[in-house]
């Protein structure tokens, strides 16, 4: 079901993306070591990242919430676990156990297993693997640099092992990864760079069409029109405004409205200064010195050029704004609201 909100895990529940499916089948036909996908939120990638390796001995980590080694490698047993081929690979393996009711990893003390040892493992179970590390950006030292040490080993040791490192947060994915970075085990390596685009407005519209077309209910092309301009291709926000209608609300501005919301918390968590920022932005500012003269007019201070040209290059990593414009209309409707002003 297209307006099922969840991601989708196989290529007959996807709606198109046939170019990115083929590049990442390419990828691993190939053996290729490191591929590296792009995409704002709710563009889509998960859905696309699960939907290929349905085909493929493959391993999904969702980093999202991984702050300790512990919360690390119980995220990749239940990547393991999900994959039956996979899981037969690893029966007999040191520090594996691999049981009815998913896999158990060793991570600590006797007989434990570094993350570099479970690639190099699953490099010799015949075929070949691809794991994904999803939002690896999140992830925080020390287990950033133990994720980067190990996918860097299996560039070079493991060929039986593709990885792919996926994202919302650009810039942030892109640090990672070390880009720039001469002491990063990863800098200066080839990697695939796949982004996921939004959809064209006649994909979008053709996307609302066969998602209400799947359960018998008749839209006004009308309404399809205007949530095809506001949601602007972005898949995620067409789901949510398809899900909504069939839920029975059929009014757009309340959708919108609900959509918004969801956008504000997520907000939330930045500091008081990029908030301010955000909102300047969403009031009409276009350059470095109209973002300025917003924020000192509403903080009352002078900001020196070095702290606020930090600020927007955070929020632009953070794929949120690029050249003073947002990514996700959503995300400015959000801004427009935030509170701000209080010092950083």
């Known amino acids: 079901m297209l307006f099922d909100p969840r991601p989708k895990s196989s290529r007959d529940e996807l709606f198109d993306r046939e170019e990115e499916l083929k590049a990442l089948d ?47 490698f119980r995220a990749i047993g239940e990547g393991l676990s999900a994959s039956r081929r996979v899981r037969m690979m690893l029966r007999g393996v ?33 075929g070949q693997v691809v794991v994904v590390f999803d939002e690896v950006q999140s992830l925080r030292p020390p287990i950033s640099a133990e994720v980067r ?18 994202g919302s947060e650009v810039g942030l994915l892109r640090d990672f ?46 309404l399809i029109e205007e949530a095809v301009t506001v949601f602007d291709g972005i898949v995620g926000w067409l789901v949510y405004f398809g899900r909504s209608y069939l839920d029975g609300l059929r009014d757009l501005d309340r959708v919108v409205k609900a959509a918004v919301e969801t956008a504000l918390k997520e907000l939330t968590h930045l500091r008081p200064r ?29 900001i020196p050029k070095a702290s606020l040209t930090r600020v927007i290059r955070k929020l632009e990593r953070l794929s949120i704004i690029k050249d003073y414009a947002f990514l996700d209309p959503i995300y400015e409707r959000a801004s427009r609201r935030l509170g701000g002003g209080d010092r950083a």
Not at 60 to 70: F, L, P
Not at 104 to 121: N, Q, T
């Open 26 to 72: 390419r990828f691993a036909e190939r053996g290729d070591p490191l591929a590296i996908v792009l995409g704002i939120r709710r563009i889509g990638k998960t859905s696309l990242l699960k939907s290929f390796l349905s085909e493929w001995a493959g391993v999904y980590v969702d980093a999202r919430g991984v702050r300790t080694r512990a919360d690390l």
């Open 94 to 126: 040191r520090g594996v156990r691999v049981g009815p009711y998913g896999v158990e990893l060793k991570w600590r003390g006797p007989d434990s297993l570094s993350l570099a040892g479970l690639l190099h493992e699953l490099g010799r179970g015949g």
């Open 149 to 166: 040490e190990a996918i860097a080993y299996a560039y070079d040791n493991v060929p039986a092992v593709s990885v792919i490192l996926s």
């Open 177 to 222: 990864v070390g880009v720039g970075n001469p002491d990063s085990p990863l800098y200066g390596r080839y990697s695939l760079e796949l982004e996921v685009p939004r959809f064209s407005p006649g994909l979008s519209r053709e996307f609302l069409r066969e998602g209400f077309r799947e359960v018998g209910v008749d839209v006004p092309e009308a």
């Open 274 to 302: 990029e908030r301010l920022v955000l909102k300047a932005v969403a009031s009409g500012a276009r350059s470095w010195s109209e973002v300025r003269d917003y924020v000192e007019s509403v903080e009352g201070v002078t």
